[in-house]
């Protein structure tokens, strides 16, 4: 008997680290809060949760029907599900919403119940005549005699950092998130590699494309004046320092400034919109497009098809 209640207790201990190599990762895990969803960034399950609270409280006010009851019930009713959340999309339709808001609820229920992901079909089919609707208005693609000409205005007037981020996410055909996300760590420049590399790279930490495309990317910059500029600007910083020092409200007030200055529109006018944050990317692509006619080689640019592993031996740093 006593044999077995301390067979009993062993077997009852929790589990714990038993080698090197297990206590090293227990120590750096110690504090990281892992979650079973999907969301690829803490920004996205934020916004997500928001929608969520939103259509908790439509439900309960407009059709009294708990959003617990109704998620967690079992068996889970998915064409219920999908026709409340058409309702509540009409709702949002008519009131002038945002698509992304409709979207992302969808999204934010299909995690909440991942059993019912698959059959919300009449609320993606609501989704699908929404954008034939109201069709996606994309940025407009900044051409390099703007790029050159407002980096040439943001110079004049001492704004060194704000041409260094035009000239990083146009030319790496970065998205801006990624680029104000930067610090000089991430940098890879000539200084940094084996004699005779004359190009650099951004080190991108958390691809938008990670989960369908290679986990670790960097985006390219192979124009050497913009090499050298970049070299000028952040070559001897510490390693920590922000590519962007400021927030990214003073980001679109400068560009907006720039874009003034230049008499360029700052609003939509004639169903036209104006030059963004959002028109470096397209822009860069653009112009890789027309100087080499590779689809592929911009394909690859676009998505960071630059592994670290494919250059590592170039490098002197360690990654």
């Known amino acids: 008997m ?14 714990a680290p038993g080698s090197a190599g297990e206590r ?3 120590q750096a895990r110690a504090e990281n809060q892992i979650e079973a969803t999907r969301a690829l960034r803490r920004q996205t399950q934020d916004r997500r949760d928001i929608y969520v609270d939103q259509f908790r409280r439509w439900l309960l006010e407009e ?8 998620i967690h019930q079992k068996p889970a009713d998915p064409e219920r599900i ?12 008519y009131a002038g919403k945002a698509y992304g808001i409709y979207a992302e609820t969808i999204n934010a229920v299909a995690s909440s119940r991942p059993l019912i992901k698959r059959q919300l079909t009449a609320a993606w089919d ?12 994309h940025h407009p693609a900044m051409p390099i005699s703007v790029l050159a000409a407002m980096s040439a205005v943001s110079l004049v007037w001492g704004w060194p950092h704000f041409t260094a981020i035009l000239l990083i996410s146009w030319a790496g055909v970065m998205r801006i998130g990624e680029v104000l996300a930067a ?48 070299t000028a600007m952040y070559g001897e910083a510490p390693k920590q320092t922000k590519i962007w020092p400021y927030s990214p409200a003073t980001l679109r007030k400068r560009f907006n400034e720039v874009l003034t200055a230049l008499t360029l529109p700052t609003t939509k006018t004639g169903g036209q919109r104006p030059f963004g944050l959002g028109s470096m990317r397209p822009g860069g692509a653009t112009w890789l497009l027309r100087k080499t006619e590779n689809s592929e080689v911009v394909r690859r640019r676009g998505i960071g098809g630059f592994q670290p592993r494919s250059w590592r031996s170039i490098c002197r740093r360690c990654w």
């Open 2 to 15: 006593v044999f077995l209640c301390c067979l009993h207790c062993a077997l009852a201990m929790p589990l």
């Open 24 to 26: 090293k990762r227990f």
């Open 63 to 70: 059709r009294g029907i708990s959003y617990r009851f109704l």
């Open 82 to 93: 999908a026709a409340l959340l058409v309702e509540y999309g009409k709702d949002l339709y």
């Open 126 to 137: 609501l989704a699908f005549s929404w954008l034939c609707d109201e069709p996606h208005d």
């Open 183 to 230: 610090t000089r760590d991430e940098l890879v420049l000539p200084m940094d590699c084996a004699p005779g590399t004359s190009f650099m790279l951004v080190m991108i930490r958390a691809p938008k494309t990670r989960g369908r495309a290679a986990k670790h990317q960097a985006a390219r910059i192979d124009q050497s004046d913009i090499v050298q500029f970049v």
